[in-house]
């Protein structure tokens, strides 16, 4: 079992940026996959990105170019670096690890 506390979201400009962190309650460096989601009202959750213990990354096309998600085993932290952040981009970002999910942090990119 894993808890995982997202923190780093808040309200920004378009064009702005927001770096987002997950900290795991136990090492992750034995994890094999950790992700973002996010869901914005009125529609489904999706996948935002996620990276491997391997290296190797995955990215939704609306964020390809902008998002860097990353890993830091020491720390037991997963990373998203927004940048160019868009008023889609608004949404609740969660990460996830197999079953177990966070509480979330709110995205809101507005002028």
């Known amino acids: 079992q894993v808890q995982l506390v997202e923190s780093g979201g808040g309200l920004v400009q378009p064009g702005g940026s927001l770096r987002l962190s997950c900290v795991a309650s136990r090492t992750i460096s034995s994890i094999y996959m950790m992700g973002w989601y996010r869901q914005a009202p009125g529609k489904q959750r999706e996948l935002v990105a996620r990276?491997?213990?391997?290296?190797?990354?995955y990215y939704a096309n609306s964020v390809k170019g902008r998002f860097t998600i990353s890993r830091d085993n020491a720390k037991n932290t997963v990373n998203l670096q927004m940048n160019s952040l868009k008023p889609g981009d608004t949404a609740v970002y969660c990460c996830?690890?197999?079953?177990?999910w966070g509480q979330g942090t709110q995205v809101t990119v507005s002028s």
């Open positions: 990276i491997t213990s391997g290296g190797s990354f």
């Open positions: 996830n690890e197999d079953m177990f």
